[in-house]
């Protein structure tokens, strides 16, 4: 991907994309993290986001929007949860990225 009018194209998609509430750029942060800090969601909650008991990581898959907003807040500002790196993930996303994975999570379906 390094043509000069490739990227620009994908910068142009991206950017259309790009606004608050883009699934598609919460499915990337689910499945890559960010390059500021957060990890692939994936990584702890699970390839299908149906969670992880052995680490106490829930299931992401189907959860509401506003859930998932109120939990990443809480987390990140240390009023719910006691696993720092889910901690610091909560904290390193931005507004627009808690948005997005979350309008992402809730198009899953639970348990699927
Ligand atoms: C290092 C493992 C790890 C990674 C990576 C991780 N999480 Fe978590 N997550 C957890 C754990 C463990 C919990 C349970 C709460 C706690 O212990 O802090 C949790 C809880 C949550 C909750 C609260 C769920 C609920 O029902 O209360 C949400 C939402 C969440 N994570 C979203 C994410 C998102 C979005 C990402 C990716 C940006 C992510 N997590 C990455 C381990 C992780």
Given at each position: ?112
């Amino acid at each position: 991907m390094r043509h000069p009018i490739l990227l620009g194209l994908l910068a142009l998609v991206l950017g259309a994309a790009g606004q608050a509430g883009d699934v598609t750029a919460g499915a990337r942060i689910v499945v890559h993290g960010t390059a500021t800090g957060a990890l692939p969601c994936m990584a702890c909650h699970g390839v299908g986001l149906r969670g992880n008991a052995a680490i106490g990581a829930s299931a992401l898959a189907g959860l509401p929007v506003a859930t998932t907003l109120a939990a990443l807040d809480a987390i990140a500002t240390g009023r719910v949860g006691h696993n720092y790196v889910m901690k610091n993930n909560a904290a390193a996303l931005t507004p627009a990225e808690r948005r997005a994975v979350a309008d992402y999570l809730a198009t899953l379906k639970p348990g699927g």
